[in-house]
């Protein structure tokens, strides 16, 4: 069943602007990534962060953990044109290793 | 270089034509996975196996089967493909709590 909800479902932003998505889930969860995919593409494994973690960086990116709330969000900071894609979230728990996706959030960055 | 293969990247059928998608992984891996992706639904899981001959149904099985004859073949079958199979698949594989997904294949049955 479908667990990561992304939100909002679609966000445009200039260039150089901060963009945040967030992401909401229902269960418990052994950790939570966030993916990337460029139109029609792969998906782009970004970051990961353990359910006993609060915040994790990753150069631009910056991903917060509010296990109490179910919720996580994804900040790009300071974004590029090449930043335009669809951001998943993504979560694993119980005993397999499978991943729940969300929906996606489709991000623009305008020039 | 850990790669994820599926073959073909590209396919387009016609309703009832059986047929199959490959995906390979070089990592070791015991875990692999079938998502399908459709516009507004996002990923969804078919079907994973937890190692070889152990195979399992994730959320949209229906209409769909799978092997698991050696670690790292994990191959998609479509006994009698419909329209609402057109989809985009990804095979991934995963390992030390990192995931790793093929290029995927575009799918259309006519």
């Known amino acids: 069943s479908q667990q990561g909800e992304e939100d909002p479902q679609a966000l445009s932003i200039q260039e150089g602007e901060n963009a945040t998505m967030n992401c909401s889930y229902k269960?418990?969860?052994?950790?939570l990534q966030w993916y990337r995919q460029n139109s029609g593409r792969g998906l782009v494994h970004l970051i990961l962060?353990?359910?006993?973690?609060r915040e994790k960086h990753s150069g631009r990116l910056r991903v917060t953990l509010d296990t109490s709330k179910k919720s996580s969000s994804l900040l790009i900071t300071a974004s590029r044109a090449a930043d335009t894609a669809s951001y998943f979230c993504a979560t694993t728990g119980g005993g397999a290793d499978g991943l729940t996706f969300g929906k996606g959030t489709h991000l623009i960055i305008q020039p | 270089e850990a790669q994820v293969t599926q073959n073909p990247r590209y396919l387009i059928t016609v309703t009832g034509k059986k047929l199959t998608v490959t995906c390979s992984q070089n990592?070791?891996?015991?875990?692999m996975s079938w998502y399908r992706q459709d516009p507004g639904l996002g990923l969804r899981q078919i079907y994973y196996s937890m190692n070889v001959e152990v195979t399992d149904k994730g959320d949209v099985p229906e209409g769909y089967k799978v092997s698991r004859k050696e670690k790292r073949n994990f191959p998609l079958i479509l006994e009698s493909p419909s329209p609402n199979q057109t989809s985009l698949y990804f095979c991934?594989?995963?390992?030390?709590?990192?995931?790793?997904f093929g290029p995927g294949t575009r799918l259309l049955v006519l």
């Open positions: 990592m070791n891996h015991e875990y």
């Open positions: 269960t418990s969860i052994n950790n």
């Open positions: 962060i353990r359910s006993n973690e």
């Open positions: 991934a594989t995963s390992g030390g709590g990192n995931q790793y």
